[in-house]
Antibody, heavy 121, light 110 residues
């Protein structure tokens, strides 16, 4: 059974940093692209970043502007999102999601975690 | 890039059909066959119901169908059931390796 468990969220002051993690299990982690998507309270989904299975391809939303870094540790089946220079508008539930296809960048995600809440205040 | 445009809400009675539109541009929806649709119940994580414009994961009932014409993709739901009441989001691959989401549509089953 595929499981994705996010952690690392919490309360941080504006300008501060947080590192989110997503522990994956139930599939061959390094075969699949992974994605971070966020959802501000009462708002819609917003793509943050994606990384290919081998981490050779990484893509970011424009609003990241060098503040966030997506990475993965395939030896630990873990996805990370390092977030620096946090702003009030970054407050959201952050979901990690698994790419649908093996060995593909995976612009569709078939499994999602429950999310971790980031509060910036 | 701007978010894709969806109606804020749609509604239908049990057994009826509804369609949700998702409008983008030739640089996203119109330019690629990488449109997906997600269903999200309150407090829950999104669930993939359509990918590559019209394909369904095996566990998704065929009451859900997707299509695209020009810069607009559509999700059709037939035989509405109470559990279909949820928020629905479209997404599309966009030029320069971006992923865009729509603003979401709240489906109410009357």
């Amino acid at each position: 059974e595929v499981q994705l468990l996010e952690s690392g969220g919490g309360l941080v002051q504006p300008g501060g940093s947080l590192r989110l993690s997503c522990a994956a299990s139930g599939f061959t982690f390094n075969d699949y692209a992974m994605t971070w998507v966020r959802q501000a309270p009462g708002k819609g989904l917003q793509w943050v970043a994606s990384v290919s299975g081998s981490a050779s391809n990484i893509f970011y939303a424009d609003f990241v502007k060098g503040r966030f870094t997506i990475s993965r540790d395939n030896s630990q089946n873990t996805l990370h999102l390092q977030m620096n220079s946090l702003r009030a508008e970054d407050a959201a539930v952050y979901y990690c999601a698994k790419g649908l296809f093996r060995h593909s960048m995976g612009w569709s995600s078939d499994y999602w975690g429950r999310g971790t809440l980031v509060t910036v205040s | 890039q701007s978010a894709l445009t969806q109606p804020r809400s749609v509604s239908g009675s049990p057994g009826q059909s509804v369609t949700i539109s998702c409008t983008g541009t030739s640089s996203d929806v119109g330019g690629y066959n990488y449109v997906s649709w997600y269903q999200q119940h309150p407090g829950g994580a999104p669930k993939l119901i359509i990918y590559d414009v019209y394909k369904r994961p095996s566990e998704v009932p065929d009451r859900f169908s997707g299509s695209k014409s020009g810069n607009t993709a559509s999700l059709a739901i037939s035989g509405l059931q109470p559990d279909d009441e949820a928020d629905y989001y479209c997404s599309s691959y966009a030029a320069s390796s971006k992923l865009l989401f729509g603003g979401g549509t709240k489906l109410t089953v009357l």
